[in-house]
């Protein structure tokens, strides 16, 4: 094993997919490269997050897949679903990636530590206050954690850790908040047997999201059943034996798990920041310029840790942007604002570019095209459920600024739409290319009549 009193030339803090992603490339370059983690390689993405949550979407997707099989000739009798046989498959597939995080660290040559790491100068980081690490540099990549202050009795509801561990499936399940975690595992459990009911104080789910997607993500998790609290005023949580009750308003509801999804905070408790002067940003994370370089030298951040866009890939973009800037000599940073994402609810919605109201306050003129089906596959097994998709273009220069789709396969055809949006596709050059048919994907190269101008004053 590597002496640690040797200097190394980046240490890395934090095992997820951008601490991991910068140590690998870091020593790709040449570097002589530390990593210290306190739990499991993998991180929240890998091991409590994007890759078990998708694979109990799924599950839940299954659901209603055998729903709509009878009128495409298939009987399906009996058909149940056990929580506990999930559980034990996805530990043994988490297993199995952690395995893999592992043997990259260590086939990339990098010397990994295992404890909690504690700044003591912007070249020294202590493991568990007793194992001194020496390095050129230092990587905070630590990412976040669920908030635990945002109503009293918070502490009785579970996290997304926590839901992801149960065995059984909540028949009342309570979801407080409305971002991704929380309309993704409230569309997930209401799949999987749950009756859900989501609490938000805005007066739609998904804040940040293009207004007319969000309203209708909102009316298609309506349609399915699930409870939409909008502009509730939640007072406190609190729970007795096996059942929790959310208190909203002058009202009372009673469940037998509730979820917190208010939000996360960046993980930067215990890394000594305060003491070495490292700035943070009013909401707690560190405070970082475009090159991902803290306020004090030889010390940087990636990922959520400074909550620019907490996403998994821009976490690892920012990490080897960094890393080869620091280790070639470029002068590399992430463009932000072309990032595409995706929400993994039922149906899912997905999102490159910009929103109508962030185009309108930037762009004087705008043509936006719109347009809502039934897909083939749903309209033949007499569903209602509905695709929808918006493209804002300027006018002036005809660029496509934003596209939005709701409904199925959505992730898939936003993340391929997301090159030409990046390159600066117009809109010219969506009516220039020839269909696949019959896809859904054939509508965002359909589109020919502008559904509204807007005009901004």
Same mark, same amino acid.
């Given at each position: 094993?590597?002496?640690?009193?040797?200097?190394?030339?980046?240490?890395? #803090?934090g095992?997820?997919?951008?601490?991991?992603?910068?140590?690998?490339?870091?020593?790709?370059?040449?570097?002589?490269?530390?990593?210290?983690e306190?739990?499991?390689?993998?991180?929240?993405c890998?091991?409590?997050?994007?890759?078990?949550?998708?694979?109990?979407?799924?599950?839940?997707?299954?659901?209603?897949?055998?729903?709509?099989?009878?009128?495409?000739?298939?009987?399906?009798?009996?058909?149940?679903?056990s929580?506990?046989?999930?559980?034990?498959? &996805?530990?043994?597939?988490?297993?199995? +990636?952690?395995?893999?995080?592992?043997?990259?660290?260590?086939?990339?040559?990098?010397?990994?530590?295992?404890?909690?790491?504690t700044?003591?100068?912007?070249?020294?980081?202590?493991?568990?206050?007793?194992?001194?690490?020496?390095?050129?540099?230092?990587?905070?990549?630590t990412g976040?954690?669920?908030?635990?202050?945002?109503v009293?009795?918070?502490?009785?509801?579970?996290?997304?850790?926590d839901?992801?561990?149960?065995?059984?499936?909540?028949?009342? +399940?309570?979801?407080l908040?409305?971002g991704?975690?929380?309309?993704?595992?409230?569309?997930?459990?209401?799949?999987?047997?749950?009756?859900?009911?989501?609490?938000?104080?805005?007066?739609?789910?998904?804040?940040?999201?293009?207004?007319?997607?969000?309203?209708?993500?909102?009316?298609?998790l309506t349609?399915?059943?699930?409870?939409?609290?909008?502009?509730s005023?939640?007072?406190?949580?609190?729970?007795?034996?096996?059942t929790?009750w959310?208190f909203?308003?002058?009202?009372?509801?009673?469940?037998d798990?509730? +979820?917190?999804?208010?939000?996360?905070?960046?993980?930067?408790?215990?890394?000594?920041?305060?003491?070495?002067?490292?700035?943070?940003?009013?909401?707690?994370? #560190?405070?970082?310029?475009?090159?991902?370089?803290?306020?004090?030298?030889?010390?940087?951040?990636?990922?959520?840790?400074?909550?620019?866009?907490?996403?998994?890939?821009?976490?690892?973009?920012?990490?080897?942007?960094l890393?080869?800037?620091?280790?070639?000599?470029?002068?590399?940073?992430?463009?932000?604002?072309?990032?595409?994402?995706?929400?993994?609810?039922?149906?899912?919605?997905?999102?490159?570019?910009?929103?109508?109201?962030?185009?309108?306050?930037?762009?004087?003129?705008?043509?936006?095209?719109?347009?809502?089906?039934?897909?083939?596959?749903?309209?033949?097994?007499?569903?209602?459920? &509905?695709?929808?998709?918006?493209?804002?273009?300027?006018?002036?220069?005809?660029?496509?600024?934003?596209?939005?789709m709701?409904?199925?396969?959505?992730?898939?055809?936003?993340?391929?739409?997301a090159?030409?949006?990046?390159?600066?596709?117009?809109?010219?050059?969506l009516?220039?290319?020839i269909?696949?048919?019959?896809?859904?994907?054939?509508?965002?190269?359909?589109?020919?009549?502008?559904?509204?101008?807007?005009?901004?004053?």
């Open positions: 094993m590597t002496d640690a009193s040797v200097p190394f030339d980046l240490v890395v #803090i095992g997820g997919s951008g601490g991991v992603a910068s140590a690998r490339r870091a020593a790709a370059h040449g570097a002589k490269v530390a990593l210290v306190r739990d499991r390689l993998g991180g929240t890998v091991i409590r997050g994007c890759v078990p949550k998708k694979l109990m979407m799924y599950a839940a997707k299954f659901g209603r897949e055998l729903a709509e099989a009878g009128p495409y000739g298939w009987t399906v009798d009996n058909a149940r679903f929580l506990a046989t999930w559980q034990a498959n &996805k530990r043994v597939e988490i297993d199995r +990636l952690e395995g893999i995080y592992s043997r990259m660290l260590e086939n990339s040559g990098v010397t990994v530590f295992r404890g909690n790491a700044l003591s100068d912007s070249q020294t980081v202590m493991v568990d206050g007793v194992t001194p690490i020496h390095g050129k540099r230092v990587l905070i990549a976040a954690r669920a908030n635990r202050h945002a009293p009795g918070i502490e009785h509801a579970m996290t997304s850790d839901l992801l561990d149960l065995s059984e499936v909540p028949k009342r +399940l309570g979801v908040g409305a991704y975690i929380a309309l993704e595992f409230a569309s997930i459990m209401q799949g999987l047997g749950s009756s859900v009911t989501v609490f938000y104080r805005d007066h739609l789910p998904l804040r940040g999201f293009d207004e007319g997607m969000r309203a209708k993500l909102a009316d298609a349609a399915q059943g699930i409870r939409l609290m909008g502009r005023s939640m007072r406190s949580v609190e729970a007795s034996g096996d929790t959310v909203a308003g002058d009202e009372s509801f009673e469940f798990a509730v +979820l917190n999804a208010t939000g996360r905070s960046p993980n930067v408790q215990g890394l000594g920041l305060e003491k070495l002067g490292v700035t943070l940003a009013p909401d707690g994370a #560190i405070a970082v310029n475009e090159w991902s370089e803290t306020s004090v030298a030889n010390v940087y951040a990636v990922g959520d840790v400074t909550n620019r866009m907490a996403l998994t890939p821009v976490a690892i973009a920012e990490g080897r942007a890393v080869d800037n620091l280790f070639t000599g470029t002068r590399r940073t992430v463009n932000h604002a072309s990032v595409a994402t995706a929400t993994f609810t039922m149906p899912p919605l997905s999102t490159v570019g910009l929103t109508e109201e962030a185009a309108a306050a930037q762009y004087p003129n705008l043509r936006i095209y719109e347009t809502e089906f039934r897909p083939m596959k749903v309209a033949f097994a007499g569903g209602t459920s &509905k695709t929808a998709i918006k493209v804002i273009v300027d006018d002036a220069s005809d660029r496509v600024l934003g596209v939005h709701l409904g199925d396969d959505s992730p898939e055809i936003i993340q391929a739409l090159v030409a949006v990046t390159m600066g596709a117009t809109k010219a050059d009516d220039q290319t269909a696949v048919h019959p896809t859904t994907a054939e509508e965002l190269v359909l589109l020919r009549e502008v559904s509204r101008r807007v005009t901004r004053g």
